[in-house]
């Protein structure tokens, strides 16, 4: 962190300044130059309130130079972290392909769902169980039985489940459930964000409707920090004034963090969209940025589906898709499980 002090400010008051930080346990190298005097903060400024610092009437600017995030950090950790679930891999090379319906209406539609996504290829079963809605009218979800479903379709097809947690009163429902997903809403839930970090499941984290992604990788820290390092990243779009999408896919986000941070990084192209024929060519374009998986709602009668039915592929459109991202793979330097 470099602060620079205002021209002409009284050495006392800079001198205060000084034994404040150190008192923080930071090192402080100080150059004076003609012009301003510069203090470059060593060590790790992560606790530092950025924010107070630029408040003090002798300071004239503060720069990070150092991100605040430490265990996501690809500085710290250059190897890419990868994530083995059920001998699938996120990560370091390996593509892995998420399926399924928004949400587990019935015994006969999970099951269904999840033996036409993994014939077509993919490798882990979505379904929601407790649904975050907008409108607490809508659908919520069929919560412990939806679960039950879920893992129900889990043992029927040998494929890996993730399902969406939305509070910590839920964690012993979800054992069995193989990875925890915590939606954009509750990105910075932070007591459930901690809570899952005193577990080894892996969890995937949607960035937040406004999230930055420095937010984000906040986000991850506080898994991360509580002893938890198996944390998978998804793009979901962002809130933009664009309305003709229903949030807007942010490609750039996928090579930012993959120069950023070592965890795997995945995106939701159903989500991000709203509109089933945009998902595959954002699913492609994501590909082509260098994500490490895909999560895909597909559902088996998209019509009357009770959540998200007009971004859902049909299992048809599905196996369409992943043909054609079988055939761009090789291009990026990635492989799925059996290639
Ligand atoms: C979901 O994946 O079902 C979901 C609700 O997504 P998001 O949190 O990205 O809106
Ligand atoms: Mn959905």
Redesign the pocket.
Known sequence: MIVVIKKDKDPKQVDSLINWIKGLGLGVHVSEGENSTVLGLIGDTSKVDIGLVRTLDIVESVTRVQEPYKNANRKFHPADTVIDVGGHKFGGGSFQIIAGP??VESERQIIEVAQAVKRAGATIL?G?AF??RTSPYAFQGLGVDGLKLLKKAKQETGMPIIS?IMSEEHIDDFEGVDIL?V????MQNFDLLKRLGRLKTPVLL??G?AATIEEWLMSAEYIMSEGNPNVIL?E??IRTYETYTRNTLDISAIPILKERTHLPVIV?P??ASGLSRLVPPLSLASVGAGADGL?I?VHNDPVHAL??GAQSLRPDQFDGMVKAIDMMLPAVGKHRDDK
């Open positions: 928004c949400s979505r929601g649904k975050p969406e997903q939606g954009a809403r509750n949607k960035r409707l998804c979901r779009g939701d159903s989500h999560m709602e959540c998200d």
